[in-house]
């Protein structure tokens, strides 16, 4: 929903853009390609507006060319004072930074995350910006054996929102679902995109490319798609350019089978029964071994392939295929070794069985090795 603030807004020949936290490699993505937009002009020649000023938004200064910057952070209701004056405002909700997220432990993970989304969407409204973007994962249409190839913006998210990283999501979605009528003058859009790669990323699923071999599971074939930083950045100026939403997908074109990952990467896959693999996951995660619940394991079994259909109308092309992101996220995860999500050093990773599933069970006897001689876990 628009306000007459919003129409007049999108009738200007530029819009001033802010990227809040724009510290991390997503939001010096983001920054880096609205200031090309905004060099080039391209999004105000395609019928949307030109993107004027670009402001990073964050504690400490951003040294990415062409920016304005000003001090703020994302959970301090002071927010609203950096962002007077800007027409539209980039949020990135979904972390890239999974050790960070493991070491501040489940409670405090999910407290923070709601309540630095409810405070930029407070005070974007209370600066009466015009538009607020949110970016969050594609993950959160969820990872089922019934999902159409390829989901389109307005799929019914699905996702498992338990007490993981995709269920801290699901509440910031809820979060902006139930703004959109609180503040009726504020267009919300969340930006939703496939699995990102690129310098800096390190998600559970580039840890899964860690893993000694690929883990699958008898009667599926998953659909691999990725997303680099720069495509979602190109993606976010699109979308700020034409005022799109409420929910914009983005991925490269098309995905990946898995016997196209295994050519690509020189992996081996073991195939286990979803039932072992989930239950042994599960097992370990309850007891601390793992650090990310069973459910994730569900986003390396099934499908959740996005469309970006709403952004190639608007004249967007990603400049990334598959293949090659695939190619960036190995080069990215070069020297690192992980089986579940949980990282080891290679004295452990020459340890751990033959996949993610076997070496989740291979944990499990290294952690009981450790503590036997007084190690941590």
């Not at 405002?89 to 405090?108: I, Q």
């Not at 008898?218 to 979602?232: I, M, N, R, S, Y």
Request: glycine residues 12%.
């Amino acid at each position: 929903m628009s306000s007459p603030r919003g129409a007049v807004r999108s009738r200007r020949s530029a819009i001033d853009v802010a990227v809040i936290g724009a510290g991390g490699p997503v939001g010096r993505a983001i920054l880096r390609e609205l200031i090309g937009a905004a060099a080039r002009g391209v999004a105000g020649e395609a019928g949307g507006a030109r993107i004027g000023s670009v402001i990073a938004v964050d504690p400490e200064p951003v040294e990415v060319g062409g920016t304005l910057w000003r001090q703020a952070d994302s959970g301090d209701p002071a927010l609203v004072t950096a962002l007077r004056g800007v027409d539209t405002a980039v949020y990135v909700a979904a972390r890239t930074d999974l050790s960070g997220e493991l070491a501040e432990g489940r409670l405090l993970r999910r407290e923070r995350s709601l309540r630095r989304a409810q405070t930029v969407i407070t005070a974007a409204a209370a600066a009466r910006v015009g538009h607020l973007i949110i970016v969050t994962s594609a993950k959160v249409y969820g990872a089922r054996p019934d999902n159409p190839v390829p989901l389109d913006d307005d799929a019914p998210l699905r996702a498992v929102a338990d007490a993981g990283m995709v269920g801290d999501l699901m509440d910031v979605e809820q979060l902006v679902a139930v703004a959109r009528e609180v503040h009726p003058g504020l267009r919300l859009t969340t930006v939703r995109p496939a699995s990102l790669v690129g310098e800096g990323i390190d998600t559970v699923i580039t840890r899964h490319f860690e893993a000694p071999r690929l883990l699958t599971v008898k009667g599926t074939e998953p659909a691999w798609q990725f997303c680099h930083v720069d495509d979602l950045g190109s993606a976010v100026a699109v979308v700020a350019a034409h005022a799109l939403g409420p929910a914009v997908t983005v991925g490269s074109e098309g995905w990946l089978t898995q016997g196209e990952v295994e050519s690509l990467t020189g992996m081996r896959r073991v195939e286990f029964s979803l039932t072992v693999a989930q239950g042994t996951a599960d097992r370990l995660h309850r007891v601390g071994v793992l650090p990310t619940p069973a459910s994730d394991l569900l986003f390396v079994v099934y499908p959740w392939v996005v469309s970006s259909g709403t952004l190639r109308a608007h004249g967007w092309e990603p400049a990334y295929d598959n293949a090659t992101c695939l190619g960036v996220l190995l080069e990215t995860i070069r020297g690192s070794h992980a089986v579940a999500a949980r990282r080891l050093d290679r004295k452990d990773a020459a340890l751990g069985a033959a996949s993610a599933a076997v070496a989740m069970v291979g944990t499990a006897a290294i952690m009981r090795r450790r503590r036997r001689k007084g190690g941590g876990a």
